[in-house]
């Protein structure tokens, strides 16, 4: 064929499916089952450079570190007192990572930064409850977060630990008795106790007879530092029968038992504090007795809780026994409440009104924990962009938008401040990009993060909350109230 014709053959073609392009319907043509898509002239002339994953979030990382100031007196220094206030201003107006905070009070944080702050200083721990469904597991996100946390204003260990872990963690290795029963309040995992004395994890394992717990900290290349050791170790006990008894056991070192000689219902601790730091320990049970909640810490510092519940939307905290649940709180210095939930409920929204009863029933539960416990401040995370078969294509799930939205209205109509991880992710179709990206940030089932991609998610809450502890030093170095 001759170069003219050649040429003339190439441009009939390309006008062809230039006509393709216009006239094929929109939706796309129905075969059985399946639908016969095409695409628009747009979407084939436009060749504009994307950006990847990796790209969208550095940008947006550098928009929070680009004047994150060190705990200094000189942080005045860098920038004049009215360009550093338009920064933090802009910041919580616009900045898609900022937390949204009730009556748009810039200060919300303060009271939990100052006793991060002087935990140490005071020789005391603080507790950051990090509650969540599956997108937390194995102390994904939590992790990373805690880490950071620690390194910042100190502390060790995992935190609070469940009398039987069924999920494999990255923070510690765990084992307990087959005689143990556990129950939990919320989940996939669901077995429902006859009681509603779940206590500060919603769940619960009862002991009965002789039974044990071991628990030995990881030493992998991906377990966080502060994980290692740890020196002081609390066991949160439920209903008991008299005499229950707890033996704290320790390579080479005598074993220490600790006694309730009375029956009880209402919550109680038993504490060990060690003379030296140890990565490993055993309780012996003998007796019958609930036990809620295990609490691993340094000796001061911050402790943040990975508290996973697969499967739930988060609406189970008004069923729990205060009496369970307001003591351990207190006993753990509880300063901060993550509730990252949302994601379990999308498949089962279908309209508005479903939207407006799960935003009613998340309002609940905020307001019930702060009634419960008014001194922690709380902050409602979204879920994540999913993706399912919409018309054949992968499309962000329908009404995840708009719950995300029915959330934030939850959390600040209550008083409690808001993070939208859905907007931090890059929004609508935005997990596509995740799964996509080489590694992969997200998992194949186009819902969940692989462990590279939770650990950006974990940086990029932690330094938007580092935005607010910044804002605080700032105004303390000009004397601003």
Same mark, same amino acid.
């Given at each position: 064929?001759?170069?003219?014709?050649?040429?003339?053959?190439?441009?009939?073609?390309?006008?062809?499916?230039?006509?393709?392009?216009?006239?094929?319907?929109?939706?796309?043509?129905?075969?059985?089952?399946?639908?016969?898509?095409?695409?628009?002239?747009?979407?084939?002339?436009?060749?504009?450079?994307?950006?990847?994953?990796?790209?969208?979030?550095?940008?947006?990382?550098?928009?929070?570190?680009?004047?994150?100031?060190?705990?200094?007196?000189?942080?005045?220094?860098?920038?004049?007192?009215?360009?550093?206030?338009?920064?933090?201003?802009?910041?919580?107006?616009?900045?898609?990572?900022?937390?949204?905070?009730?009556?748009?009070?810039?200060?919300?944080?303060?009271?939990?930064?100052?006793?991060?702050?002087?935990?140490?200083?005071?020789?005391?721990?603080?507790?950051?409850?990090?509650?969540?469904?599956?997108?937390?597991?194995?102390?994904?996100?939590?992790?990373?977060?805690?880490?950071?946390?620690?390194?910042?204003? $100190?502390? !060790?260990? *995992? #935190?609070?630990?469940?009398?039987?872990?069924?999920?494999?963690?990255? =923070? %510690?290795? &765990? @084992?307990?008795?087959?005689?143990?029963?556990?129950?939990?309040?919320?989940?996939?995992?669901?077995?429902?106790?006859?009681?509603?004395?779940?206590?500060?994890?919603?769940?619960?394992?009862?002991?009965?007879?002789?039974?044990?717990?071991?628990?030995?900290?990881?030493?992998?290349?991906?377990?966080?530092?502060?994980?290692?050791?740890?020196?002081?170790?609390?066991?949160?006990? $439920?209903? !008991?029968? *008299? #005499?229950?008894?707890?033996?704290?056991?320790?390579?080479?070192?005598? =074993? %220490?038992? &600790? @006694?309730?000689?009375?029956?009880?219902?209402?919550?109680?601790?038993?504490?060990?504090?060690?003379?030296?730091?140890?990565?490993?320990?055993?309780?012996?049970?003998?007796?019958?007795?609930?036990?809620?909640?295990?609490?691993?810490?340094?000796?001061?510092?911050?402790?943040?809780?990975?508290?996973?519940?697969?499967?739930?939307?988060?609406?189970?905290?008004?069923?729990?026994?205060?009496?369970?649940?307001?003591?351990?709180?207190?006993?753990?210095?509880?300063?901060?409440?993550?509730?990252?939930?949302?994601?379990?409920?999308?498949?089962?929204?279908?309209?508005?009104?479903?939207?407006?009863?799960?935003?009613?029933?998340?309002?609940?539960?905020?307001?019930?924990?702060?009634?419960?416990?008014?001194?922690?401040?709380?902050?409602?995370?979204?879920?994540?962009?999913?993706?399912?078969?919409?018309?054949?294509?992968?499309?962000?799930?329908?009404?995840?938008?708009?719950?995300?939205?029915?959330?934030?209205?939850?959390?600040?109509?209550?008083?409690?401040?808001?993070?939208?991880?859905?907007?931090?992710?890059?929004?609508?179709?935005?997990?596509?990009?995740?799964?996509?990206?080489?590694?992969?940030?997200?998992?194949?089932?186009?819902?969940?993060?692989?462990?590279?991609?939770?650990?950006?998610?974990?940086?990029?809450?932690?330094?938007?909350?580092?935005?607010?502890?910044?804002?605080?030093?700032?105004?303390?170095?000009?004397?601003?109230?």
């Amino acid at each position: 064929m001759k170069a003219d014709k050649t040429l003339l053959f190439i441009l009939l073609v390309i006008a062809l499916l230039a006509l393709l392009c216009i006239v094929f319907p929109e939706k796309g043509i129905a075969f059985g089952s399946r639908r016969l898509f095409f695409p628009t002239l747009e979407e084939v002339m436009v060749r504009e450079k994307s950006r990847s994953v990796v790209e969208k979030m550095e940008e947006l990382r550098e928009s929070l570190r680009m004047q994150i100031f060190q705990d200094s007196v000189s942080t005045a220094n860098f920038l004049t007192r009215n360009d550093s206030l338009l920064f933090y201003t802009r910041f919580a107006i616009e900045n898609p990572a900022r937390i949204h905070l009730p009556g748009d009070d810039l200060t919300f944080l303060d009271s939990l930064f100052e006793k991060l702050s002087n935990c140490k200083a005071n020789n005391e721990i603080v507790h950051i409850l990090h509650y969540g469904d599956s997108q937390i597991e194995g102390d994904r996100i939590t992790g990373f977060i805690r880490q950071n946390l620690q390194e910042k204003f $100190g502390g !060790n260990g *995992p #935190g609070l630990l469940p009398a039987v872990q069924i999920i494999p963690s990255t =923070a %510690v290795n &765990q @084992s307990a008795s087959e005689s143990m029963e556990r129950y939990t309040i919320s989940g996939n995992f669901t077995n429902k106790a006859a009681h509603n004395r779940y206590g500060i994890l919603g769940q619960v394992s009862q002991v009965s007879g002789q039974s044990m717990l071991s628990v030995r900290s990881r030493n992998t290349k991906t377990t966080y530092k502060n994980l290692e050791n740890f020196s002081k170790i609390r066991l949160f006990v $439920g209903r !008991n029968e *008299p #005499g229950f008894q707890a033996t704290l056991m320790l390579p080479k070192e005598q =074993a %220490v038992t &600790q @006694s309730l000689k009375k029956s009880g219902v209402r919550t109680r601790v038993l504490t060990w504090d060690l003379k030296n730091p140890v990565k490993q320990f055993s309780l012996q049970f003998s007796g019958s007795a609930e036990i809620t909640a295990i609490a691993v810490d340094g000796e001061n510092g911050v402790a943040v809780d990975n508290i996973p519940l697969r499967g739930s939307s988060g609406t189970f905290f008004s069923v729990i026994d205060t009496n369970s649940l307001v003591p351990a709180m207190k006993e753990l210095n509880t300063q901060l409440i993550l509730l990252e939930f949302g994601g379990n409920m999308l498949p089962s929204i279908k309209n508005i009104k479903n939207i407006a009863t799960y935003k009613k029933e998340m309002s609940k539960q905020i307001v019930h924990l702060q009634n419960s416990y008014p001194k922690a401040k709380i902050i409602l995370i979204g879920p994540a962009d999913m993706s399912v078969k919409v018309d054949g294509h992968l499309e962000t799930i329908p009404f995840l938008a708009e719950t995300v939205q029915g959330m934030k209205e939850a959390a600040l109509e209550n008083g409690a401040a808001f993070w939208n991880m859905y907007e931090v992710m890059g929004g609508k179709n935005s997990m596509i990009e995740w799964v996509r990206n080489k590694p992969a940030l997200a998992a194949s089932d186009y819902t969940h993060f692989t462990p590279r991609g939770a650990e950006r998610i974990g940086e990029m809450f932690y330094e938007s909350l580092m935005i607010y502890y910044d804002f605080i030093i700032f105004r303390k170095n000009l004397n601003i109230k």
